[in-house]
């Protein structure tokens, strides 16, 4: 589902959100939101504890951002699922928009493509912010892609530069990639007979 968000804080993954926007269409598969809006976590909407001691702040003048919760997922679990996530996501945006080659490093997309950042240019950058956790059994994360990551975004960030018809092609996708991934898995468990 594609919502409105007017800032990505980070407060919407602080709790269960999904039930707040889907109702009586919550899944037990999971439910994904995405929304087009600029980045601004700083420390109080941090999750990523190693980034708060190193004062690594999340800043995007205009990113799509992917909110997901999926229950049934401890924190190991969590993270692998942010891990398939996300590198099904890269390969979207790769093939389909980019044309680029997208490395993963962790949970991070990796665009090897000259771009120009803070002045300097380079040979490859970093598109995206990632974080993952598990509460009560209940994996929640989100995964953010910038579109024009700005003055405050450091050095290393990569700005796609998505068209409005590319973001809003890229999200549709992106949920439709979520759904039928989350379906596949389920469907997985329950053709085991011993």
């Given at each position: ?44 909407g ?7 001691i ?26 692998a ?32 493509a ?18 993952t ?62």
């Amino acid at each position: 589902m594609i919502i409105e968000q007017e800032l990505y804080d980070g407060n919407l993954i602080h709790k269960r959100f999904a039930y707040n926007h889907f109702r009586n269409r919550t899944l037990p598969i999971g439910n994904l939101v995405a929304f087009r809006a600029p980045m601004l976590v700083e420390a109080d909407g941090m999750i990523d504890e190693e980034d708060i001691i190193k004062g690594e702040f999340i800043y995007s003048d205009d990113a799509i951002n992917f909110c997901w919760e999926i229950p049934n997922l401890d924190p190991f679990g969590a993270v692998a699922y942010q891990r398939l996530f996300n590198t099904q996501v890269a390969h979207i945006l790769s093939s389909n928009y980019l044309h680029k080659p997208i490395e993963m490093d962790g949970d991070d997309f990796i665009v090897h493509a000259e771009h120009q950042q803070g002045g300097i240019v380079q040979q490859k950058g970093k598109c995206s912010v990632s974080i993952t956790y598990s509460t009560n059994n209940v994996a929640i994360g989100h995964t953010g892609i910038n579109i024009a990551a700005g003055r405050k975004a450091p050095a290393h960030a990569f700005s796609t530069n998505l068209t409005d018809e590319q973001a809003t092609s890229f999200m549709k996708e992106v949920i439709d990639m979520f759904y039928a991934l989350n379906d596949d898995i389920f469907i997985a468990t329950t053709k085991v007979i011993v």
